[in-house]
């Protein structure tokens, strides 16, 4: 990889920024260094990355997870581009997606920052980028990063904000049945796609992560059957607002706080 493709910072892109061009559609002064990066990783070529400069002179990777590419599972391509950014030197991560709400007091507009997840995927490969160290998953969330989302977050119009929530992940690309989420709303309060494997995937390679999630529908069989229009419409018009939530956000973090994620990381003792 080329110097020039360098950044401290990645934005991994899902659906709650998909309804828009990210990240000029933000209106942030955020300027675009390079596009259409494609890198060859061993685990296959990445997707598509391009390169930009927030505001504040921090130069941050993008690339648009979602979705499936031919021949390529959402576990491979987590693992091409985290390659991607352990060579790029990439420090810390914002995920975004829309999820489904597992806590029937949760609505679809609101946005939650999630400190915890659980991982139900099964069909995606749990091999490490770095590896050569335990990954301790007590606090999987930076809570700098995280702050710093929630503070941008409370300052933007639109639905209710909560910085803290479990994130049940799924394999997907189907929506999960009713039983199916009878049993995991004990445990849960949103669910997605998402998460996993990027979550640990982010310290394997000693970057900071957090994620941004807004509640585009009721997972099946909570309050009421969610509508397709309805979700269509969240991810058109709130699309502009997460991007400016994250792009704030990146710009407001002290890099030199501390946070205790370095701690979370050790030597294996295998």
Known sequence: MAESH???????????????????????????????LVFETPAGQSPP?????????KRVLHMQLHGWRAGVTRGQASQQVFHVLARAGVKR?????????LNHLLDPRDIVIPDDFIDLTTHRDPAPVAGGRLLIM?????????????EAARGQAGGRVFGRGTCVVTEGPRFESRAEIRMM????????QSMCPEVWLARDIGAHYAALYIVVNYAEGVVRDW???VLKEIFEEDAVRQSRIILQAIDAVDE???????????????
């Open 6 to 36: 360098a950044a401290t910072w990645a934005v991994i892109g899902g659906s709650g920024t998909h309804g828009c061009d990210f990240p000029e559609a933000a209106g942030s002064g955020a300027r675009i260094l390079d596009e259409g």
């Open 49 to 57: 990355f391009s390169l930009f400069e927030t505001a504040g002179g």
């Open 93 to 101: 991560i914002i995920s975004e997606a829309g999820v489904g709400s």
């Open 138 to 150: 007590r606090d999987p969330v930076c809570p700098v990063v995280a702050g710093a989302l929630l």
């Open 185 to 192: 709303q004990p445990h849960g309060d949103v669910i997605g």
């Open 227 to 229: 509508e397709h229009e």
């Open 256 to 270: 030199t706080a501390g946070c205790g994620c370095g701690e979370l990381s050790k030597d294996t003792l295998l």
